[in-house]
């Protein structure tokens, strides 16, 4: 099932890149998990399953305060931060969300009732865990939850001895610890079937918790893990173009996500542009992913200037999750944006939604009037992207292409598609 996950993590990633916090004086970490996952599957198809996810995300955010967001860690699995509480004051609210996490949802004709196991952490100054390590500690207390209390509330103070003695907490030290990966989802032409190029997205191999995509690190990263975490993508973008020439593989392009927190920085652009130059890539090789809410409205100068250099430099620039957030026509206009990446909240099942279908159609005729490219991820199904190639989208980008995948076995694939290509369908792009 599909969900939105950037769109969920957006507030928090922006606040703890645009605001200085005084040092707090306690941490509460809340943990509640959907139980009963299975059950609800099996009266709920894909579609209404996610929408049930998205409606418990949104009804739980709705409940807190701006500045304590729900973090999602995974579908079904949500996390709270909370701030400057007592124990007490923090189990109350604790309480209410547990509740609110449980109320019956009018879901496809009926009424579906979530039921939630809740895990509240909580610890006082003066020697106060990381953020991090608040979420390593309820994960191991919700492992450790018996089943009597499936579906109740407990507390429990932040216990040291449950996380493991010198793990690397923070993104930084995990580049540096050598833990970062970079994996590689391809991207494929509907009208040709070739493809047009790798999206970049790291992953963390933990020490105890395994592979962990973005959603899982991405809400607590400072700028300063937001900034070595670009640079240690684009240089393993680099090295990974390269790869694929001395291959004899046409990859045309490489895709990098960027946060507001590099756009903001004034010297972000010209040393993005100096590293590609000392990898001897050319700059047009390299897709910068932008957020939707970048616009000229809400942007410092100082992005709006890393945009408009890495623009003329010949950088090519996406902006991505179209259509969840607050983008104008003049930020595709201003911002010189090659490409929207339509979300795949509008993707899931789009072969038999018909409110999928004209959301589809619609921003399909907003890119063709733009003169701008359009490319669907998250497609999960051959289905769906035989419906997008139908209707015209340039790329698409998901599961039903390929998984992310380390760079070597990004070599097998692309021998697999070069074997594959003569006997892949062309569709004619609907003029």
Known sequence: MSINVSRLLSPLRNLLCGVNRRQDLSRSLLLLRVENTETLGTILDKVAMGHLLVQLSMSLGRAVRPYDPVQVLAPGLFAFVLRDRTDRDALQVARRLHQQGQAPVPLAGQHVTPVMTGVLIHAEAPDLPSIPDLVENARQRMDLVQDAFLGQLQLFPHDRALTRPGLIATVSDAVAAAQMQAWFQPQISCHSGQITGFEALARWNHPTRGVLAPGAFMPQMSAADHNTLTLFMLAQSMAALKT????????????????????????????????????????SRLVVEVLESVSPITSTNETRDNLRKLANAGCQIDLDDFGTGYASLDAIRQFGINRIKIDRSFVTACDVDEAQQRMILAILALAERLGIAALAEGVETREEYAFLAQMGCDEVQGYAIAKPMPLSDSLDFLKRHADAAARLPTLAKRR
Do not use: K
Not at 247 to 255: C, I, K, L, R, Y
């Open 244 to 283: 694929w020439d001395q291959a004899g593989f046409d990859v045309p392009t490489v895709s990098i996500n960027i946060s507001n927190c590099e756009l903001s920085d004034r010297g972000f652009a010209d040393c993005l542009l100096w590293e590609m130059d000392r990898h001897e890539i050319a700059p």
